[in-house]
């Protein structure tokens, strides 16, 4: 891991990707999870769950992405219709990766619209579960193309709940955990005193001025940032030849 | 022992403009949609549809008849967003009352278990609780005196779900992997109406299949419908997968269109269409 403080242009000593950091970035979300579901949501979480289950978090437990847990083999070794699924979120013992339309600083995420709800210039998706999964179980985001758009400075909607917004609860706050937003551009955290986004690591090739440009809010950017770590060579083999031969990751992230 | 066999218009005719009414499935798999488009005939209006919302939410918000929606989200799943509720929901067409997945569910099972309410961990924070005034909070009597949504008991007139087989008493059974919510519906609801793939005789039901498949019991179904394909062109594994090429046409063409090709007949005239479109494509 470098200690530089501005990324390089091209080329990393690794020989990765920018997708391919990303799928690290996600997978480190799981490290030392213990036995609990990755929930993972879009591809590039989904690769970095598998790859945390084939490595260092081989506890992990995955689903097919319907109502079956499963082994990395496909070996059916559960049972997790909607209905169980909600109930294993409220009993904590899971930790997802969401989607965001919108981000702002303290981790306020909005995926049901944009603009006024009582009229919505933009229909999205609905709270679905962003809500629950906030309280009751870590809950990251992934962002595959990082702008102002989705950076924002506040969200039109709170489905998933930030920081001030359940500081204003703090019994509610028992088991909010908010561990990390990774996005084509690097990781962030909420280590500030006020819990408000920091950026936690540069994916190599990126630069501070790059995210901050990118970025609708003022982020937290500490004095040294690391870059994403390298993934081992062990890891790229996997990742290339096992767990996404086909290239898909390179669809979702390019460069 | 009764037999509550019915047509799907019979099932719609027993609605009236202004009920709540329950629709089971997820997104979009396994919707009873033949008694979607049952009501769609029969020009039932001024709804509060209840739904983990998928074409059915789309249809109905598309030809007007909801006044108020009660749901987590509309999806056609492989197309991310319902176009037909989208474009509803952005011209303001009916109320929304927009929960959590989690709220959903306490609120189907408190209208099972006859509770005003059930005490649920979501929704404290989020603007679930800005969008919807009319939402309460209970604080835990006891040491921890936490404070939860009191999730109002999401209590139906009418349920409409579709399984994959039943017996002619109202049994219906599941073969895919998930339940989604359909037996909460069932039993949140006044009626419910359960269609199916195909009508057997009780002792077929469990000749092959476990009986933990037996997901709807006969005490809370009011009306069985034997409807083939009466799920398209959502999915109804492993009966049959989504029909993803019409889906798509569905949520391309324009609603008036769409309607006046595929919903201005009965069920086996929709079931005509569609047969006739897909000979088209291939």
């Known amino acids: 891991m470098s200690g530089a403080t501005h990324g390089t242009t091209s080329g990393t000593a690794s020989g990765a990707t920018r997708a391919e950091y990303c799928v690290i970035a996600c997978a480190e979300a799981w490290r030392g999870a213990g036995e609990i579901l990755a929930s993972p949501m879009g591809l590039i979480p989904s690769l970095g769950a598998r790859l945390a289950r084939r490595t260092f978090s081989p506890d992990l437990l995955l689903t097919d992405g319907e109502a079956l847990l499963v082994d990395l083999d496909g070996t059916v070794e559960g049972w997790l219709p909607y209905r169980r699924h909600l109930d294993l979120v409220t009993g904590g013992r899971r930790h997802v990766m969401m989607g965001a339309s919108q981000i702002d600083r303290y981790g ?72 990390r937003v990774v996005s084509d551009l690097g990781v962030f955290d909420f280590a500030t005193p006020d819990r408000a986004m920091r950026l936690a690591s540069l994916h190599p090739g990126v630069t501070v001025e ?14 040294e940032v690391p870059y994403t770590r390298d993934p081992t060579a062990e890891e790229l083999r996997l990742i290339r030849e096992v767990i996404d031969p086909a290239g898909s990751r390179d669809r979702e992230v390019r460069g | 022992m009764s037999d509550k066999t019915m047509t799907a218009d019979e099932a719609a005719s027993r609605l009236v403009g202004g009920m709540t009414v329950g629709i089971g499935g997820w997104g979009s798999r396994r919707k009873p949609m033949a008694l979607v488009r049952a009501v769609l005939r029969a020009g039932i209006g001024d709804l509060t549809v209840v739904s983990c919302g998928g074409p059915d939410v789309g249809m109905l918000a598309a030809a007007g008849r909801i006044r108020k929606l009660v749901a987590p989200f509309a999806t056609l799943d492989s197309i991310p967003l319902e176009p037909h509720f989208r474009a509803a929901r952005e011209r303001g067409a009916f ?90 519906f069932c039993e949140a609801a006044d009626t419910a109406y359960v269609s199916c793939e195909r009508i057997v005789d009780t002792a ?73 479109w897909q000979k088209e494509g291939s």
Not at chain 2, 105 to 119: M, Q, V
Not at chain 2, 148 to 177: I, K, T, W
Not at chain 2, 244 to 272: I, N, V
């Open chain 1, 108 to 179: 306020n995420q909005n995926i049901s619209c944009v603009g006024d709800w009582a009229r919505p210039r933009r229909q999205l998706l609905g709270v679905r579960g962003a809500p629950v999964n906030t309280l009751n179980n870590p809950t990251s985001y992934w962002v595959p193309k990082h702008s102002r758009r989705v950076f924002v400075e506040a969200v039109d909607m709170v489905c998933g709940v930030g920081h001030d917004r359940v500081a204003a609860h703090p019994a509610a706050a028992r088991f909010h955990h908010l561990p």
């Open chain 2, 95 to 184: 109320e929304l009352m927009e929960v959590d997945e989690a709220m959903f569910l306490w609120g189907l099972r408190a209208a099972a278990y006859r509770l005003p309410f059930l005490p649920v961990r979501a929704g404290i924070g989020s603007d679930v609780m800005r969008v919807n005034p009319g939402l309460r909070t209970v604080t835990s009597p006891y040491d921890d005196g936490e404070t939860f949504v009191a999730m109002p008991a999401l209590r139906l007139d009418a349920a409409f779900v579709h399984v994959n087989r039943a017996d002619r008493r109202g049994n219906g059974q599941y073969l895919g992997p998930d339940p989604y919510f359909d037996d909460l």
């Open chain 2, 204 to 276: 077929e039901l469990t000749k092959e299949a476990a009986p933990q498949t037996l997901l709807v019991g006969r005490h809370v179904v009011t009306g069985v419908i034997e409807a083939p394909n009466g799920a398209h062109f959502t999915s109804c594994a492993p009966d049959h997968g989504r029909d993803e090429a019409f889906q798509r046409m569905y949520a391309t063409t324009p609603w008036e269109d769409f309607a006046e090709r595929f919903l201005s007949g009965d069920e086996p005239a929709y079931q005509s269409a569609v047969r006739t």
């Open chain 1, 210 to 223: 790059e995210v901050a440009e990118a970025t609708g809010f003022a982020l937290a950017v500490p004095d």
